[in-house]
């Protein structure tokens, strides 16, 4: 099992910068990919970053250039750098870890991006 803690939430005034934070505790010396996903309101949840355990990393389009995910292994936290907000990045933010084939999730942060 795998427990996922996030952080780093709240309301953001667009073109605001706020990092979020992901601790994972647990069997976490199995733990491959980890990322970051969204929900809007009345939206399906998508992914926004992910980083392997090897350091490959991905994006989703809609937030390349402007968020940047990283990964610090001896911390066992995943860290999501959040650049030019603007109000659509408005969502909770859920971070996954996928161990031994399982998905883990977050309890989620709201990022609001309104002025």
């Known amino acids: 099992q795998v427990q996922l803690v996030e952080s780093g939430g709240g309301l953001v005034q667009p073109g605001g910068s706020p990092r979020l934070s992901c601790a994972a505790s647990?069997?976490?010396?199995?733990?491959?990919?980890m990322g970051w996903y969204r929900q809007a309101p009345e939206k399906r949840r998508e992914v926004v970053a992910t980083v392997t355990s090897g350091g490959i990393v991905n994006y989703a389009d809609s937030v390349k250039g402007r968020f940047t995910i990283s990964r610090d292994n001896a911390k066992n936290t995943v860290y999501l750098q959040m650049n030019s907000l603007k109000p659509e990045d408005t969502a909770v933010y859920y971070c996954n870890a996928e161990w031994l084939g399982y998905n883990f999730w977050g309890q989620g942060t709201q990022v609001t991006v309104s002025s």
């Open positions: 647990g069997h976490v010396a199995h733990i491959n990919t």
